[in-house]
């Protein structure tokens, strides 16, 4: 009898412990590619991952899984956070599928709202959907927001810079915003019900621009020199470009240093063996050519490491993944059916899986795109709309309107004067608005007449012709266009056959009825006369 009753109370103790949910914890870091040293180990060839020091990220990494094949649908702000939020490619959220100007339906469902609907306490600091109206309306608009200690980690480089310009040590000065942090974590921590699983989203927007000039030196160390070598080839590889890289470097490591409190935290607490760790961002680098608004790796590869404490870890994963894909896993996790309308796919299984490499086969290919970014990049407020096909072998990507011009229309540039240096690197609207005022954008605006630099020039700015296909083995960073090639026909067809097919199956308005959605009224011309 009493070992049929210690056999029950076992299995009990065991269903128990099974049905505990754990807690989520996602750091998601504003404009943060691809770029950690974990990925140092693993891209074979020279990268700015050989220089950046993220041991944070790169512990979630060899105690998870490091994802190599990681994307999110858009390259902007709005449209990557609308699709994350709601598990759905981004043009399947309406209003919310632009940047400025976007609005959000309340009747999309977004996995904060449904986790806490079912037990979890929610909660958010700094960034999570923004612009847009309402704001972080898929989090709550703000009723979850965790912030009263303060939100000057958002500017890191230019706050730190300035204490110690009033004589404080680097140490010192940076402890003042880690303390910010960890007191909006704590607020968060002190406000959940005992025993109630979490589900936190930390997103400061410090990796975004304006960084101080010469931070990523003099607050981590990086020498703008030890990037000789290792940029895309995209870039102009110049002192003023390599200065302006290790800034934003020293950016992304900031954001690591935050998240190695916060699981600092955890640990003490006793809770970190039952938190799901999800870290990533939302698309490439701000102000560099190919990054942020493009469709090329540089613009929508992201780091991804996930670490589920018991689950088996210190793997790689070659699947591809797309940052959709998170909404219904979280939800998965938190015991929550995903509802049907999320496109997106949950990795629950490729996190339970003892495997490296490839874990499932029909993840070798991921679909992104974009439409408006700045609104008045363009005459009339157009939009520029991509949707590209992602395979391990293949880049390709469609320009719906190639009589557009993809970083916006070069205003003020058929002038006598244009503006000068200063005005380029920090107002984004003075031309080519879809691409970041930075000093690498000013300086190559002012090399446009230099045979030297022509190539580099027309790459960022230059129109494209209406499909581009890239052969990754060759061309790793997607500099090649060959779409016009007789010899690559048949591939080229085929992409083009299986990117048509999901646009249609999921409902991409640029390619069902007349393809003009995202042209007219409320999506483009002048929003604001459009509420």
């Known amino acids: 009898?009493?070992?049929?009753?210690?056999?029950?109370?076992?299995?009990v103790a065991l269903g128990a412990q099974a049905a505990k949910r754990p807690n989520i914890l996602f750091a998601f870091a504003?404009?943060?590619?691809?770029?950690?040293?974990?990925?140092?180990?693993?891209?074979?060839?020279?990268?700015?991952?050989?220089v950046i020091r993220t041991p944070h990220f790169d512990r979630v990494a060899r105690e998870g899984i490091l994802f190599k094949n990681a994307f999110v649908t858009a390259p902007s702000c709005t449209p990557c956070r609308s699709s994350l939020l709601s598990g759905q490619y981004f043009y399947r959220t309406g209003r919310a599928a632009i940047l400025q100007g976007a609005q959000w339906d309340a009747k999309i469902p977004s996995y904060p709202l449904m986790l806490r609907a079912a037990g979890y306490h929610i909660g958010e600091t700094y960034k999570v959907w923004s612009p847009g109206t309402p704001r972080d309306?898929?989090?709550?608009?703000?009723?979850?927001?965790?912030?009263k200690s303060g939100s000057k980690f958002n500017g890191f480089s230019q706050g730190v810079t300035r204490m110690m310009a009033n004589g404080k040590s680097v140490a010192a000065s940076k402890q003042v915003f880690y303390d910010e942090v960890m007191g909006n974590f704590g607020a968060f921590l002190k406000a959940r019900g005992?025993?109630?699983?979490?589900?936190?989203?930390?997103?400061?927007?410090?990796?975004?621009?304006?960084?101080?000039k010469g931070s990523g030196k003099k607050l981590w160390g990086i020498d703008p020199d030890s990037l000789k070598g290792k940029l895309p080839a995209m870039l102009p590889d110049v002192p003023i470009v390599r200065e302006d890289f290790a800034d934003y470097l020293g950016e992304a490591q900031a954001f690591d240093a935050a998240l190695g409190l916060i699981l600092e935290k955890l640990e003490a607490i006793g809770e970190l063996e039952n938190t799901v760790v999800v870290v990533s961002g939302d698309h490439g680098a701000p102000g560099f050519p190919g990054g942020k608004c493009n469709l090329y790796d540089f613009g929508v590869g992201v780091p991804l490491a996930v670490w589920w404490p018991g689950k088996p870890g210190g793997r790689v994963v070659d699947d591809f993944v797309n940052l959709m894909d998170l909404a219904p896993t979280f939800l998965e996790l938190g015991g929550v059916k995903p509802p049907a309308v999320m496109t997106g796919r949950s990795l629950v299984p490729v996190l339970e899986s003892k495997q490296n490499g490839r874990v499932d086969a029909t993840r070798n290919w991921v679909i992104t795109g974009r439409e408006r970014h700045v609104a008045r990049a363009?005459?009339?407020?157009?939009?520029?709309?991509?949707?590209?096909?992602?395979?391990?072998?293949?880049?390709?990507?469609?320009?719906?309107?190639?009589?557009?011009?993809?970083?916006?229309?070069?205003?003020?540039?058929?002038?006598?004067?244009?503006?000068?240096?200063n005005t380029l690197a920090n107002n984004t609207f003075a031309t080519f608005a879809d691409l970041d005022a930075s000093p690498t954008k000013a300086w190559l605006i002012g090399q446009r007449n230099e045979p030297k630099w022509k190539w580099h020039y027309n790459y960022a700015f230059g129109k494209r012709p209406r499909e581009e296909l890239f052969i990754l083995?060759?061309?790793?960073?997607?500099?090649?266009?060959?779409?016009?090639?007789p010899k690559f026909a048949s591939i080229k067809k085929k992409l083009n056959a299986q990117l048509m097919a999901e646009l249609k199956r999921t409902g991409d308005p640029r390619v069902t009825g007349d393809g003009s959605t995202f042209d007219k009224l409320p999506f483009a011309g002048d929003f604001r006369r459009s509420r």
Request: charged content about 25%.
């Open 473 to 485: 083995k060759d061309d790793p960073d997607q500099i090649k266009n060959v779409a016009a090639n």
């Open 378 to 421: 363009r005459e009339g407020m157009l939009p520029y709309p991509q949707r590209a096909l992602r395979t391990p072998d293949y880049l390709y990507i469609i320009n719906f309107k190639p009589d557009r011009w993809p970083m916006g229309n070069p205003y003020n540039l058929d002038q006598n004067e244009v503006p000068n240096f």
């Open 30 to 50: 504003d404009d943060w590619g691809r770029h950690a040293s974990a990925y140092a180990k693993v891209d074979g060839r020279p990268s700015p991952n050989d």
């Open 194 to 212: 005992k025993g109630q699983p979490f589900c936190y989203w930390f997103g400061p927007t410090n990796v975004h621009r304006k960084w101080t």
């Open 137 to 147: 309306a898929p989090y709550g608009a703000g009723k979850h927001g965790f912030e």
């Open 1 to 11: 009898m009493k070992r049929i009753l210690f056999l029950s109370f076992l299995l």
